[in-house]
């Protein structure tokens, strides 16, 4: 349980800080196609009796710079697609050469964050490290460019070298992150407190403290009530993220009528 409460602090910490540029950004589609996509990647080391989280960074990151590259030449949802098709369907074969349905697989869809050894913690920590540093590097083209790309690019901030430094972060990001939370719920981590909190205030500093806040509270709160109900954490990260987002909504909604 300890290891538990410490992991899923970082990953809440690495979904605030990110997140909250992936809905800046209008990068929804790439923040779901991303860890999704990089599960082929996990199921490929399990088949090779690798380690899975080589095969989550390297199929990560390959999604990232093709979605990137592609992107640049034509519509950046359609480039989206291809890659997230593309690796479910390597998903599906690297498993179709499988004896059986390892549960590690199943844990990487769905998250395992009880089952998290202590050896874990360490390299997870140092990686959401540099995510963070990358953030806090990038932060003040990336903001230009997400809000008013026109003068971004007047000052010499390329948008496509912005997509893609951002999209390597958002690889980095996953590879981390769905070990925990697994691929299917990372997407509502990285949505549902950062939209809630982008609802409560328009600073963008205090929007990432909050989003980073709505999010620690929302594995938490799944942690506990996970133990309580013996219901799994993914049900209550999921639940409690749109939650968190309706009464986000619910605020901004009252405040314009006031």
Do not use: Q
Request: charged share 10%.
């Amino acid at each position: 349980m300890t290891n538990a409460w410490v992991i899923a602090t970082i990953v809440a910490v690495i979904a605030g800080v990110v997140g909250f540029f992936v809905v800046l950004r209008g990068s929804a589609f790439p923040a779901h196609a991303i860890p999704n996509g990089a599960f082929a990647g996990a199921a490929g080391a399990n088949l090779l009796g690798a380690n899975t989280l080589v095969g989550l960074g390297v199929f990560s990151l390959l999604a990232a710079l093709g979605i990137g590259r592609l992107g640049r030449r034509g519509r950046h949802d359609v480039a989206t697609a291809l890659a997230l098709v593309v690796m479910l369907a390597l998903g599906a074969a690297f498993l179709s050469r499988s004896s059986e349905y390892e549960p590690v697989i199943y844990s990487l869809l769905f998250g395992e964050v009880l089952g998290v050894s202590s050896t874990e913690i360490f390299p997870v920590a140092v990686l959401g490290l540099v995510c963070i540093a990358a953030v806090i590097f990038l932060y003040r083209p990336l903001m230009l460019s997400s809000v008013v790309p026109e003068i971004a690019e007047a000052r010499g901030v390329r948008a496509d070298r912005m997509e893609m430094a951002f999209l390597v972060v958002l690889a980095a990001a996953t590879t981390i992150t769905v070990p925990v939370v697994g691929a299917l719920l990372i997407f509502s981590l990285m949505i549902g407190p950062p939209a809630a909190a982008r609802s409560f205030t328009d600073r963008p500093p205090l929007a990432i403290l909050l989003s980073v806040g709505i999010a620690l509270v929302t594995v938490w709160a799944a942690i506990a009530s996970s133990y309580e109900s013996n219901w799994p954490i993914g049900f209550f990260v999921g639940a409690i993220g749109a939650f968190s987002y309706a009464v986000g909504r619910g605020w901004a909604a009252w405040r314009r009528a006031a």
